[in-house]
Each structure stands twice: as C-alpha cells, then as structure tokens.
Nanobody, 123 residues
Framework: VQLQASGGGLVQAGGSLRLSCAAS????????VGWFRQAPGKEREFVGC????????RYANSVKGRFTISRDNAKNTGYLQMNILRPEDTAVYYC?????????????????WGQGTLVTVSS
C-alpha cells in the first residue's frame, strides 16, 4: 500500500481545507484509513478514521463536529474535510492504512503511512 496526502496549506482561523489521501497497491476498499496529526514538539494525535466500506467513522473529540472523513473507493482516495479551523489544528497531517480494517485510534495499528501534509492555521 502506498499513500500520498495532499491539500495542506495556510488558512485563517475559521476557514476550511480539504485534505486528500491518494492510495495505490492493495484494493482500497479492504482497509481502513486513519488520519493523524503531529504538531511541533507534540506527540502524534489521532484525528479520525473510516472503515474500508466507508460505513463507519470515528473522530477525536477535539475535531468532532468540525471535521468530516469520507472516501471514494472508486477513486482510491480518502478525504479529510476540515471546517472551522483553529490555530491549535496547526500540524502535519498524515493518512495511514489499517489493513485489518479495525478502524482504531491507535497509530500502532496502521501499517502504512503517507508522507504528511502541513496545515497552518493563522489567528
């Protein structure tokens, strides 16, 4: 599985961004996709995940109601729609694949990782 995250950039607080995670290799619908982020000097943090079928999603409390995860299995692409962005959302965002399709919030469950895309939210 190869993953490539894109769509990061600079946005003002209150704004929106949509990140994409393009996948190749294994059949996309067979694994969960998770989104994580890491801010400078902080540990990697779970943002949310979506099951292989797209029927189940989970979110961290810090983003619930503001972020939406989706996927288009026909396009082998996952998405992270981020609305009402806050300065504390500033981080490098990563997508990752969980081939067991557990949809967990634990980063150790994810075997494959994209390279990350930087999101900067200015106040």
């Amino acid at each position: 599985v190869q993953l490539q995250a894109s769509g990061g950039g600079l946005v003002q607080a209150g704004g929106s961004l949509r990140l994409s995670c393009a996948a190749s290799g294994r059949s996309f619908s067979t694994y969960a996709v998770g989104w994580f982020r890491q801010a400078p000097g902080k540990e990697r943090e779970f943002v949310g995940c979506i099951s292989g079928s797209g029927s189940v999603t989970r979110y961290a409390n810090s983003v619930k109601g503001r972020f939406t995860i989706s996927r288009d299995n026909a396009k082998n692409t996952g998405y992270l729609q981020m609305n009402i962005l806050r300065p504390e959302d500033t981080a490098v965002y990563y997508c990752a694949a969980d081939t067991a399709d557990f949809g967990t919030n634990s980063w150790v469950q994810y075997e494959y990782w994209g390279q990350g895309t930087l999101v900067t939210v200015s106040s």
